[in-house]
């Protein structure tokens, strides 16, 4: 099955099951969805996350973290679509939720939060919100 926006099928599978409180969800890897997993593993977002090799597929499993039966994320939003790309230089980087929550960018310097592209005054597309 071809997916146009494999990013935001990651975020509303997250979403999904948080709604029914499960403890992890699986979802279909690459480098990207790994690379943004472990920016939300860094930052508290969830518990952990693996690759793994079932049927010659790699499969990402995330553990989702509750605190005090409340998903801890609570708002988890696509900003940059496959239809509207959104930039932003590293001077006009939005903060989220004043400060408590995290964007997670695609630089040329790799992925990263909001607050790593300010330290190394970099700029790129902003992919999603997270707090």
Not at 4 to 18: E, F, L, T
Not at 33 to 60: R, T, W
Request: glycine letters at 6%.
């Amino acid at each position: 099955m071809s997916l146009s926006d494999p990013i935001g099928d990651m975020i509303a599978r997250v979403k999904n099951a948080q709604a029914r409180n499960h403890k992890k969800v699986d979802l279909p890897s690459s480098n990207f969805k790994s690379k943004i997993a472990d920016i939300l593993k860094n930052e508290g977002f969830i518990k952990d996350f693996k690759v793994l090799n079932e049927q010659n597929k790699n499969i990402l499993s995330l553990e989702l973290k509750y605190h005090s039966g409340n998903p801890v994320i609570s708002n988890f939003e696509r900003v940059s679509k496959p239809g509207r790309r959104i930039f932003s230089s590293a001077d006009s980087l939005p903060k989220i939720n004043n400060g408590l929550g995290i964007a997670i960018l695609s630089t040329p310097k790799g992925v990263m939060t909001d607050i790593d592209a300010r330290k190394q005054r970099v700029g790129g597309e902003i992919i999603c919100k997270v707090f």
